[in-house]
Antibody, heavy 118, light 108 residues
Framework: EVQLVESGGGLVKPGGSLRLSCVAS????????INWVRQAPGKGLEWVSS????????YYADSVKGRFTISRDDAKNSVYLEMNSLRAEDTAVYYC???????????WGQGTLVTVSS | SYELTQPPSVSVSPGQTARITCSAD??????AYWYRQKPGQAPVVVMK???ERPSGIPERFSGSSSGTTVTLTISGVQAEDEADYYC???????????FGGGTKLTVL
C-alpha cells in the first residue's frame, strides 16, 4: 500500500522557521518526483514546490521562492520542506504528493497544519 | 502566472447532471486531473488524464476535453457528491503543477 505521511507542522511566530517532512512507502521512492501543495484555511489548493528524481530539478512557487527549500533523502524515503521567514499567509495545511506515473496515478498524504501567528 | 479557470459554484438537484469546466491556454498540451475534496479531508482524484476514471470512482463521473477547456461531468448527482472540485494540470513545459480555484458543488 502506498503511503505518504507528513509531519513537522505546528504553531510558529512570524519570521520563524519550520521543517516539514514527508515519509513515503509502498513504491520505489527514488524513481519519483515529489510535490508540496498547501491549502490555506477556507481557500483553494496551491502548488508550493517540487523536487525531481535525484533532486536534479527543483522548482518553487513565486510566493515562497527565497524562503522555502525543498530537499530529499532517498535513503530515508523522505522529502523535506525547510520554511524560513514565515508569514501569516503561509498558514495552511501542507500536503506532499507523488508525481504522476505513466497511468496518471498520484498519491497524497493527509497533510500537516502550519499556523503562523504571534 | 499560469492559471486554470473554474466557476466558483455549481448547483444541481439530485439526479440531475452537473458539469464543471476548467479553462486554460496550455490544456491542449498537458493532461488535466480532477480532485474532489470534502471538509477536513485530503483531495482525492476522481478523473485522471482528462477522461480516465480511477478505480473506485463511480461510473457517473466522466471527463472530456475540447481545445482549451476540460469538463468534469457527474451524471445522476447524489447527495454524497457535494464537495469542492479542483482541476489540476501543469504549465506548458510541464515544469510545475497548477490548480484551478475550485468549484463548490451543491446538491440542492
Amino acid at each position: 500500500e502506498v503511503q505518504l505521511v507528513e509531519s513537522g507542522g505546528g504553531l510558529v511566530k512570524p519570521g520563524g522557521s519550520l521543517r516539514l517532512s514527508c515519509v513515503a512507502s509502498g513504491f520505489i521512492f527514488n524513481s519519483y518526483g515529489i510535490n508540496w501543495v498547501r491549502q490555506a484555511p477556507g481557500k483553494g489548493l496551491e502548488w508550493v514546490s517540487s523536487i525531481s528524481v535525484s533532486g536534479r530539478y527543483i522548482y518553487y512557487a513565486d510566493s515562497v521562492k527565497g524562503r522555502f527549500t525543498i530537499s530529499r533523502d532517498d535513503a530515508k524515503n523522505s522529502v523535506y520542506l525547510e520554511m524560513n521567514s514565515l508569514r501569516a499567509e503561509d498558514t495552511a495545511v501542507y500536503y506532499c504528493a507523488r508525481e504522476y506515473d505513466s497511468s496518471g496515478t498520484s498519491y497524497w498524504g493527509q497533510g500537516t497544519l502550519v499556523t503562523v501567528s504571534s | 502566472s499560469y492559471e486554470l479557470t473554474q466557476p466558483p459554484s455549481v448547483s444541481v438537484s439530485p439526479g440531475q447532471t452537473a458539469r464543471i469546466t476548467c479553462s486554460a491556454d496550455a490544456l491542449p498540451k498537458q493532461y488535466a486531473y480532477w480532485y474532489r475534496q470534502k471538509p477536513g479531508q485530503a483531495p482525492v482524484v476522481v478523473m485522471k488524464k482528462d477522461s480516465e476514471r480511477p478505480s473506485g470512482i463511480p461510473e457517473r463521473f466522466s471527463g472530456s476535453s475540447s481545445g482549451t477547456t476540460v469538463t468534469l461531468t457527474i451524471s445522476g448527482v447524489q447527495a454524497e457528491d457535494e464537495a469542492d472540485y479542483y482541476c489540476q494540470s501543469a504549465d506548458s513545459s510541464g515544469t510545475y503543477w497548477v490548480f484551478g480555484g475550485g468549484t463548490k458543488l451543491t446538491v440542492l
